[in-house]
């Protein structure tokens, strides 16, 4: 399957390849590819969200997602920020991360 994101593409993002969510990460939609000054176009991804661009250097991996994987992985940033698993783990792994979410929320009932 072709996860290479187009214009309004919901979008998971990573600043690094790795995908390490100790950087900087998010779900949002795909823009467009970075433009440099000098009318370069780069291989950084411009991502947008509610308040405008994530990050002003854009991100070097981006790949479509659907809105129930976002909407799984934001519910979850606590959990993944404090695991060992990149994001591309989770993003494919989103069945297990739901299942750790479940068990959190029951144990709070």
């Not at 979850?76 to 494919?92: D, G, K, N, T, V």
Request: positive net charge.
């Amino acid at each position: 399957m072709n996860r290479e994101p187009k214009p309004g593409d919901y979008v998971l993002a990573t600043k690094y390849r790795d995908g390490d969510p100790g950087d900087q990460w998010c779900v949002g939609y795909f823009s467009h590819m970075l433009v440099t000054n000098s009318g370069k176009v780069t291989d950084r991804y411009m991502v947008t969200g509610e308040n405008g661009m994530f990050r002003a250097n854009g991100f070097r991996r981006c790949e479509r997602i659907s809105a129930d994987v976002g909407n799984a992985l934001v519910r979850a940033i606590p959990l993944i920020e404090q695991s060992r698993h990149s994001l591309w783990y989770w993003r494919r792994n989103v069945k297990v991360l739901k299942a750790e979410l479940d068990k959190q929320q029951e144990a709070t009932q």
